[in-house]
């Protein structure tokens, strides 16, 4: 519990000081936390099989590894052990739970995309109306500033994976 | 509510309202208060859940730290009515997102920091705090609190209200119930009632109800007939009483309709039953003079006062006068209300005539009482007249007798004297013989007078002093002489008395004399007479008792010893000479002094005459002068044959007695003039101027009293002497004499040697 209360104070920490844009990466990596909280895997998935760790994959580089290892290192989703990854190839992607893809990939997104659309990887995108083009969540800047994303329902059905709705009403739906 | 004077009907709808009014009461009250618990918790449930539910809703709000969602979701709150505030609040306990109506008052009351899954609700007043931690997958994110106004008081008001009128609705529909139902009771009650007001109120016929259920009310039911046919068993005995009583007998309702008339009444009145029950025929009966009276005690019944013995006038169908005599007394129903009255009658027409009759038959009773009387009354004037007259003849008679008897004795006495010359031995026995009848017959006569005047009560007791030794003395020397000529020894035996006690000396002389008299004459040749005396101070009597030797009475005699006229023998008068006076007149003066004679006496043997005589009290008779004892054999002192020169007119319309008066008073020396009437003799005394008179009293034409007083009359005849001669000798006689103006009064037979003693007295007087 302790480590929850601890995960708490830093969402807090964060959502208090969300004007910050440096700190942007620190909220969109709790925001994968909760992303993994409010999604469904589908029941043939590793997602409920304790012995193996949540894996996040992040694919390009960003500075959200910094913030992601920070905030799991003691941190656990689904009472599981969280593992952070970089990775640089599509096929790395395999075993991830949540797969991030930073800016710079952008351009090999559709190609991801069409690489993960049956698995049941959260796909989530940094990159503006990524989540359009078919990655399940995006994130974007609203018009205050904040931090807010998009959800493609469509293919996160496609995926296998379903966001609670809760998640959904106060996202931006994507069809 | 159960009063006893509510009705069984009204009894039965309370019973079952009360009932009803309980179980509805109790029944609601269970099911309101189990209704408000539910709707409180109803509301308590559906708010909590709502909270939560909108608590969900804020989970990603707070999860992505999107407070904008969080109060778009807490805007939504607005449809629901009655909602106060929401507030959500994130894990810090700030408020991450808020909805309130205007101007509400969000002071929260319950503590946020219970980091417990679940919710908490409060009541304050009609608001309810529901506060709820909002959680995912067991983590709290934050927790919303929600105030709603419940108005649930206003709810429950409502309600109760409702539940009110449903008592209401119900309790009627229970009274409406329950007034159909208690028919089912209060039927066959109010039936019997019905029937028993029916029988109250006298209705006849059969009144029998049958209730076949076999309850309490059958049983009551039962109970009932048999009560009605014991009173129908009454009633039929009161109506025969009614109306075979032998008094009219009839009853009023309360506005003096006749209800009832029994046979009496139809018998005294003529008016049948049909013609007066229903009717206000009282006006007709009833007389209209008594009519108010009668009235007056009808007002007096129905006040409840019973009246008795009135006196009334009925009217009968054939327009008879009757008089009634009518008791009242008021009628009253069960509950005792005054409902008429009930009127008896007696028919006293019959008595009050026997009553007259017996007032008429009482005044004829009385005029006859007072014819007797008067009868009586003339009867008795004319019984009284008779002993006046017998009176009046006995005194004539004894004047008649004395008249001749004092010429024969007077005479005798005269020529006793040898005045006109010498007479022989045969010639002074036979006058001697004369003398002796003469006197006998004189005091025979005393006799008859004595008893006379002690049967008509004239003869009054003088009461004086008498000295007992002197007065016995004098008695026995009147039998002294007659004793010693039969041999008879007298003895006398005093015992030394030398009393002097009241009483009248010559009655007791008289009783005294008779009886000695009595014991001589029948006393045998040689026998003894013997008087004693013996003072009984105890009883203040003496007791004089005179004894003999002689024949003796009979016992069964004894009795009739005392009744005049009776000689025990009749052999014996002839024997013994006497008129059967002695004892008689012995009795009577005894008695007369107050004392009384026994006698004890055998046959053959001698008798014993014991005479007591109380002691008188003597200053009662302290003016009576002891009487003078005259002794008869005393010699006259005055007697000598010297002319005196005194002149006496005698006045005597009896020849014989003028001639033995003058004889015997010229003999003494006194000149004689007579008269032979009253007239003469006033002529005679003015033409003489007499020195004394002797006035007979008794004379016809002018009798002795009033020449008298006319000689009185004149002026110089005043003075002179009257000496009044009578043979009256009857109270009152000398009073007369002497009122006329008469000196001196001397009775007939007059003893000549006592006239001559008077005379001198008279002219020594004068």
Not at chain 2, 149 to 157: A, C
Not at chain 2, 346 to 363: A, G, K, N, V
Not at chain 2, 479 to 507: F, H, W
Not at chain 2, 692 to 710: F, H, K
Request: hydrophobic fraction near 40%; glycine fraction near 4%.
């Amino acid at each position: 519990m302790s480590n929850k209360s601890f995960f708490l104070y830093i969402i807090l920490l964060f959502s208090t000081n969300s004007y910050a844009h440096l700190d942007d990466h620190l909220i969109k990596a709790g925001f994968l936390e909760k992303f993994a909280l409010f999604t469904e895997w589908p029941p043939e998935s590793k997602f409920k099989d304790c012995s193996k760790p949540f894996i996040i994959s992040v694919l390009g580089q960003d500075p959200i590894i910094n913030d992601l290892e920070k905030i799991y290192k003691h941190y656990r989703i689904n009472n599981k052990d969280v593992k952070i990854r970089t990775i640089s190839k599509i096929n790395e992607i395999e075993d991830s739970d949540i797969l991030y893809l930073t800016e710079s990939i952008k351009d090999n997104i559709p190609e991801i995309i069409k690489y993960t659309e049956n698995l049941p990887i959260i796909t989530v995108c940094d990159t503006e109306n990524c989540a359009e083009i078919g990655c399940h969540i995006g994130f974007y800047i609203t018009d205050k500033g904040t931090v807010h994303f998009k959800i493609n329902v469509s293919k996160m059905k496609q995926a296998g994976l379903k966001m609670n709705v809760l998640v959904l009403d106060i996202a931006k739906i994507i069809k | 509510m159960f009063s006893k004077k509510s009705s069984i009907r009204k009894k039965l709808i309370n019973i079952i309202i009360l009932s009803c009014a309980f179980v509805i009461v109790f029944g609601i009250s269970i099911i309101t208060i189990g209704y408000i618990r539910y709707i409180k918790q109803d509301i308590i449930n559906r708010t909590i859940m709502e909270t939560k539910l909108i608590g969900e809703y804020c989970v990603t709000p707070l999860s992505f730290d999107y407070p904008e969602r969080a109060k778009e979701v807490l805007e939504k709150l607005r449809f629901w009515p009655d909602i106060i505030a929401g507030i959500v609040f994130d894990n810090k306990g700030k408020i991450f997102a808020e909805y309130k109506i205007d101007g509400a008052n969000t002071k929260i009351l319950i503590d946020r920091n219970n980091k417990n899954i679940g919710t908490y609700h409060l009541f304050e007043d009609d608001k309810l705090h529901v506060c709820s931690n909002i959680f995912y997958k067991n983590m709290q994110y934050g927790s919303i609190y929600i105030i709603l106004n419940t108005k649930i008081t206003e709810k429950i008001d409502k309600f109760l209200v409702l539940i009110s009128l449903l008592m209401f609705f119900l309790l009627i529909l229970a009274y409406l119930v329950a007034n159909n139902m208690q028919k089912f009771i209060s039927k066959p009650i109010l039936k019997l009632t019905n029937i028993a007001e029916e029988i109250y109120k006298k209705t006849k016929g059969d009144v029998e109800i049958s209730y076949d259920d076999n309850d309490e009310i059958s049983k009551l039911n039962m109970a009932f007939n048999l009560m009605v046919a014991s009173l129908e068993t009454r009633e039929i005995e009161i109506n025969m009483i009614i109306e075979t009583a032998n008094a009219p007998i009839f009853a009023i309702d309360r506005d003096g309709t006749i209800v009832k008339w029994n046979k009496k009444a139809e018998d005294i009145t003529g008016y049948s039953k049909d013609e007066v029950i229903g009717k206000k025929s009282t006006m007709d009966i009833i007389e209209p003079d008594s009519y108010l009276l009668y009235n007056n005690i009808v007002d007096k019944a129905f006040s409840g006062n019973s009246d008795s013995n009135i006196e009334i006038f009925f009217i009968t169908k054939s327009r008879n006068k009757i008089d009634i005599l009518l008791n009242i007394s008021p009628r009253k129903d069960i509950e005792g209300n005054i409902i008429g009255a009930i009127i008896m009658g007696q028919d006293i027409t019959d008595r009050r005539r026997f009553q007259e009759e017996l007032e008429h038959e009482r005044e004829s009773l009385a005029q006859r009482v007072q014819d007797r009387t008067n009868k009586l009354m003339t009867a008795n004037a004319e019984l009284s007249r008779a002993a006046r007259l017998k009176d009046e003849f006995l005194a004539n008679m004894s004047h008649e007798l004395r008249t001749p008897l004092s010429s024969i004795l007077g005479m005798t006495e005269v020529l006793n004297e040898q005045i006109y010359g010498q007479l022989n031995e045969k010639q002074l026995s036979f006058l001697k013989t004369i003398e002796d009848s003469g006197r006998h017959l004189l005091s025979l006569i005393n006799d008859i007078l004595d008893i006379s005047k002690i049967e008509a009560g004239k003869l009054k007791v003088q009461i004086s002093p008498v000295f007992i030794p002197s007065i016995c003395e004098i008695s026995l020397r009147f039998i002294k002489q007659i004793a010693a000529k039969k041999r008879i020894k007298v003895q006398s035996k005093l015992m030394n008395i030398e009393k002097t006690i009241g009483a009248d000396e010559i009655r007791l002389k008289q009783i005294l004399v008779n009886l000695l008299s009595n014991a001589v004459k029948f006393t045998q040749e040689g026998g003894n007479v013997g008087l004693e005396v013996y003072e009984d101070n105890e009883n203040s009597v003496t007791q004089f008792t005179v004894w003999d030797t002689g024949i003796g009475i009979a016992k069964e005699d004894i009795s009739k010893l005392f009744q005049p006229f009776i000689q025990l023998d009749t052999s014996l008068s002839r024997k013994y000479e006497g008129a059967g006076l002695g004892l008689a007149l012995v009795s009577r003066l005894a008695k007369i002094q107050g004392g009384d004679v026994k006698v004890e006496s055998t046959l053959g043997q001698g008798s014993k005459f014991t005479v007591s005589i109380p002691w008188n009290n003597l200053d009662d008779n302290k003016n009576n002068n002891p009487k003078e004892i005259i002794d008869e054999d005393t010699d006259d002192p005055l007697f000598s044959n010297k002319e005196t020169g005194i002149l006496i007119l005698i006045v005597d319309d009896v020849k014989e007695n003028l001639n033995t008066f003058s004889y015997y008073l010229k003999a003494k020396g006194y000149s004689i003039i007579t008269a032979q009437s009253g007239t003469g003799g006033i002529k005679m005394a003015i033409s003489e101027h007499p020195d004394l008179i002797l006035m007979d009293i008794q004379m016809p034409e002018m009798d002795g009293l009033e020449a008298i007083s006319r000689i009185r009359s004149y002026n110089e005849l005043k003075s002179i002497p009257i000496i009044a001669i009578t043979a009256l000798a009857m109270p009152g006689d000398d009073k007369r004499c002497l009122d006329a103006g008469a000196n001196m009064y001397i009775s007939k037979p007059v003893k000549l040697k006592q006239l001559v003693i008077k005379i001198s007295e008279l002219l020594n007087r004068a």
